[in-house]
């Protein structure tokens, strides 16, 4: 079955298609295989966190950081990935740098990626987010939320 449905896509679906189904098909089988739950919180709902003493940290690149981010006190920019000549590699340092910062027990707000196209780089980014999160919580951080709608959902609703 598996076998017919990929001679399907290989042959009547564009290589773009092809990637987003298996990104999709990849975040599912990495969401069904485990039982840690990411919280997904609005701008508004973050916003508060933010303000009542949770971190908030921004995976992103630096590149894509400076280009904009939300306005708080001390936004920690910690890359998940980094753009490479060979494409994007994880940080290899990436739960380091965050225990650097932060101790087990803080609360985080992970900033959720703006989603502008529904095509490969726009889940890409998407998944980027939700596996730092992942990956924070299975390092044993206990309270961690990402927040939806990204720099763009601050922005709409007046929170700049």
Not at 33 to 48: F, G, I, N, R
Not at 98 to 109: A, E, G, M, P, R
Request: hydrophobic residues 45%; proline residues 2%; aromatic residues 14%.
């Amino acid at each position: 079955m598996v076998t017919i449905l990929l001679q399907f896509f290989i042959q009547e679906m564009s290589n773009t298609w092809i990637i987003l189904f298996c990104e999709i098909l990849l975040i599912f089988l990495y969401f069904s295989s485990s039982e840690l739950d990411v919280v997904t919180v609005d701008v508004h709902q973050a916003k508060d966190l933010v303000r009542s003493g949770h971190r908030y940290i921004d995976v992103r690149t630096v590149e894509e950081f400076n280009i904009g981010h939300v306005d708080v006190e001390n936004p920690l920019n910690i890359p998940y990935m980094f753009n490479t000549p060979q494409g994007r590699v994880k940080n290899p340092q990436f739960l380091e740098q965050i225990l650097s910062s932060c101790k087990k027990d803080d609360h985080l707000v992970v900033r959720w990626y703006d989603i502008y196209l529904m095509g490969c780089v726009g889940m890409s980014k998407w998944v980027r987010s939700v596996y730092a999160s992942y990956d924070l919580l299975n390092a044993d951080f206990r309270y961690v939320s990402n927040m939806g709608g990204g720099y763009a959902g601050w922005v709409e609703n007046g929170l700049v």
